[in-house]
């Protein structure tokens, strides 16, 4: 490209700002549900810190300067009648700022320094920088002045209580620092690009992006640049257990890569990055252990596999291999093949009871639903979402046995498969409703969820007056906004209850794809429109208040976006929708 495009404008407040492959953002919001009064440099190595406080200054006075703060992918600004200051990423490990009219404070978010915890501060002699090292991300962030004056530091080398940083200021032009994110040293900062240069640089990064996850965008999906920027701003580069690039879930404080979020990244990157979906959807493989399971969660410092996720991967796997553009060679569909089959395996041996046809989730967080009504009378329940979701893998297994030319394996799923709908069927369904059932108890119940009527997920695979039935019920849970998890009328629904009432974005996918397939075309169109545009309205929360639209929770959720892209990608050109 040969001129930057300035990207869409959003709150701080809502989306963090951040580039590709960074490991930190810039955003008020330093922890979860907590918004300061100043933007931070928020870490998330190591969990997620707030590292610098960043406070712009009247020049002439010193004091907190009142400004307003504006965003845009490869610019942020501090703006007040009397100057500005700009921030640029020049990579993702450093951020370039200039000011006039404006002083700058940068100052250790924790004031508190223990032998265990906090912030120490310095200059470094042999770089001529400021140096704060933060216990809690393992890393040092390192000022250099480019231009302008230190007008003053504070707490250099101070231990306990202390504020600690520096204040830049102009002299005869702008003052101009680089913030850079460290390991231990690395030589003295040197700048190999103007300011400008340097947003443009970061302003068609992000322009080529999202003309490549996106190139069918128009008027009637004004979202989708936003939600690339969302996707593009929250993928970080390779680092501690996180084995390949990834897009967390958000650079707030849902700052991991879940079991079954990452398969709605991979979808919708698919067509435009086929290497960077190939990696969401291998990344929790990465940490199969040896009964086949995936863990809970993913993050640059730990593997949590306290639970597992939904065996969605086999619906996900066949959905990718058709959206790839270049489609997965032998080698690579043998080692998914092993990957979904020992995952598959994991839920037929250690989560069937013995004798058992059906296997079962040990708690909500198993289903990714995690506090839905399903889950009140018992926790270690026999669900048919479950067992829907495990037809659909098996028969994915087959299809890929089929491709490696295993045809006795390829025989073994699918009988596999058949029996499994079969049991799901002759044990949860009542005629007119799937049951859950007790594996302690094997008392049976029904509630007003959603996850009650997941199995539409088989689409095709149900029998038509089973398919109609799920419509009917799912239906109902049709707001003016989306898919309510909880009927409105429940008494047991919650505005802002989780699964137990709030619209969320993987069950709108999961149950728009399968309506798709199952011939309930209306319904899904229906279902798209609406949740597009609670997007578009909205934004990409975590999840939204079922009966007023309004986003809650994590406000910049990676799934919301990718299947924003997903549905917006159908709209425009339909004939994705049997990608």
């Known amino acids: 490209m040969t001129a930057a495009r300035s990207g869409p404008a959003f709150s701080v407040h809502d989306i963090p700002f951040s580039t590709y492959g960074s490991w930190f953002d ?68 450093t951020v370039r700022l200039r000011g006039a009219g404006l002083s700058l404070s940068v100052a250790a978010a924790a004031r508190t320094l223990t032998p265990f915890g906090g912030t120490y501060f310095f200059h470094d002699a042999a770089a001529d920088a400021y140096v704060f090292t933060s216990y809690e991300t393992g890393r040092r962030y390192r000022v250099t002045v480019l231009a302008g004056t230190v007008a003053d530091t504070f707490g250099s080398q101070a231990l306990g209580g202390a504020d600690r940083g520096l204040t830049v200021a102009d002299t005869d032009g702008p003052w101009e620092i680089a913030v850079e994110e460290l390991d231990t040293a690395r030589p003295p900062y040197a700048a190999t690009a103007a300011f400008d240069k340097v947003v443009e640089s970061a302003r068609n990064s992000f322009a080529d992006f999202v003309d490549t996850v996106a190139p069918w965008r128009s008027s009637a999906t004004p979202a989708a640049e936003l939600a690339a920027y969302v996707v593009w701003s929250a993928t970080v580069r390779p680092a501690g257990l996180v084995t390949r690039p990834a897009v967390l879930m958000s ?87 092993d990957r979904l089959g020992r995952w598959t395996e994991f839920w037929l041996t250690a989560r069937r009871a013995p004798g058992a046809a059906l296997p079962h989730y040990q708690h909500g967080n198993d289903s990714g639903w995690d506090n839905a009504t399903t889950f009140d009378p018992e926790r270690v329940v026999v669900t048919a979402d479950l067992a829907a979701f495990l037809v659909l893998q098996l028969r994915e297994l087959a299809a890929l046995a089929t491709h490696l030319d295993r045809p006795d394996e390829a025989r073994r799923w699918t009988l596999t498969a058949e029996a499994t709908q079969a049991a799901m069927f002759d044990e949860l369904w009542t ?111 975590e999840n939204f208040d079922a009966l007023t639209g309004t986003g809650l929770r994590d406000r910049a959720y990676t799934w919301t976006a990718s299947s924003y892209l997903l549905l917006a990608e159908a709209h425009e050109n339909p004939q994705a929708r049997d990608s």
Not at 44 to 58: C, E, K, S, Y
Not at 487 to 503: F, K, V
């Open 251 to 337: 650079k707030h404080w849902m700052d991991k890569v879940w079991s079954w979020d990452h398969c709605f990244n991979a979808l919708a990157l698919a067509p435009g990055c086929p290497e960077l979906a190939r990696d969401q959807f291998h990344l929790p493989f990465d940490h199969q252990d040896e009964t086949g399971a995936l863990p809970d969660s993913v993050t640059h410092s730990e593997v949590l596999h306290n639970f597992v996720k939904p065996p969605i991967h086999g619906w996900a796997f066949a959905r990718l291999r058709r959206r790839l553009t270049t489609p997965p060679d032998r080698a690579e569909l043998a080692g998914t093949y």
């Open 431 to 541: 005629g007119d409703r799937f049951v859950a059932r007790g594996v302690a108890s094997g008392d049976t119940w029904h509630s007003a969820g959603l996850l009650d009527l997941m199995p539409i997920v088989l689409g095709e695979h149900l029998p038509d007056d089973v398919s109609g039935v799920l419509a009917d019920r799912i239906e109902a849970h049709l707001t003016p906004y989306g898919l309510a998890t909880e009927l409105p009328t429940s008494p047991h629904y919650l505005a802002d209850g989780y699964w137990r009432g709030p619209i969320w974005a993987p069950a709108t996918v999961l149950v728009e794809d399968g309506l798709r397939r199952g011939g309930h075309h209306r319904l899904a169109d229906e279902i798209s429109a609406r949740f597009r545009a609670l997007c578009e309205t909205h934004g990409f929360a």
């Open 26 to 93: 810039i955003s008020p919001v330093v922890a979860e549900k907590t918004r300061a009064d100043d933007l931070h440099l928020v870490s998330h190595q190591n969990g997620m810190h707030a590292v610098l406080r960043l406070v712009p200054l009247d020049a002439a006075t010193g004091e907190r300067a009142e400004t307003r703060v504006e965003a845009r992918p490869g610019l942020l600004s501090w703006i007040s009648a009397a100057g500005r200051i700009d921030l640029a990423y020049e990579s993702p490990d």
